[in-house]
């Protein structure tokens, strides 16, 4: 073969290869790397690589809903203890709430209660100037009751576990002639003051 043709054979063939190359291009590669759209089963690299960013995006803006989520829920339990705090301290003295929960306590515990009296403490100031800090206001309530060991136990466990702050002072007890005993107590309840 003389140089012509083979310089012509070459640039033949290089051209068939280059016509080859776009046709497997063309045939093969475009349609999976773009994909079909109305084809599900079978999408392109492209719309893979959208719905791989949809989905990061997605992740993110989950992590932030939930991140708020968590905050949310943070300052409702922090608000919830405050409300229980302003339920155990009240901002004043609540007499007959106080009453009535003693109350609820005694016939809970099967204690017969026969008097109460109540008697309001001087207030407890903080020493400290830079504390902001409102006065604590106690309450002494004296109740003089009857019933059975196991009643004043009782009594004692429901003011222990009631709501409201409170403190038994002081206990005493005689025989009663009915039979049980018959108790004198003292309970300190606090209050913030003005």
């Not at 073969?1 to 045939?27: N, Q």
């Not at 599900?40 to 960013?53: D, F, H, I, M, Y």
């Not at 009453?99 to 017969?112: D, P, R, W």
């Not at 576990?161 to 403190?167: A, I």
């Amino acid at each position: 073969m003389k140089i012509p043709a083979k310089r012509f054979t070459s640039i033949l063939g290089t051209l068939a290869l280059i016509i080859a190359s776009v046709a497997v291009y063309v045939v093969l590669l475009k349609p999976v790397y773009s994909g079909d759209p109305k084809d599900t089963k079978n999408p392109g690299v492209q719309q893979l690589r959208g719905e791989q960013k949809a989905l990061e995006e997605l992740k993110k803006q989950t992590k932030q809903t939930i991140e708020e989520f968590q905050n949310i829920k943070k300052q409702y339990e922090s608000l919830e203890q405050l409300e229980r705090f302003n339920l155990s301290l009240p901002d004043n003295e609540e007499i007959p709430t106080l009453i009535n929960q003693l109350q609820n306590i005694s016939q809970a515990s099967g204690l017969k209660v026969e008097n109460i009296s109540l008697q309001k403490m001087p207030f407890r100031v903080n020493a400290d100037k830079n504390v902001l800090q409102k006065p604590l206001g106690t309450l002494r309530i004296n109740l003089q009751a009857s019933g059975s060991y196991d009643a004043i136990k009782l009594f004692l466990e429901g003011i222990e576990t009631n709501l409201r702050l409170m403190d038994a002072q002081s206990l005493k007890l005689g025989k009663s002639q009915k039979g049980g005993f018959n108790y004198n107590i003292s309970v300190d309840t606090y209050f913030q003051g003005q």
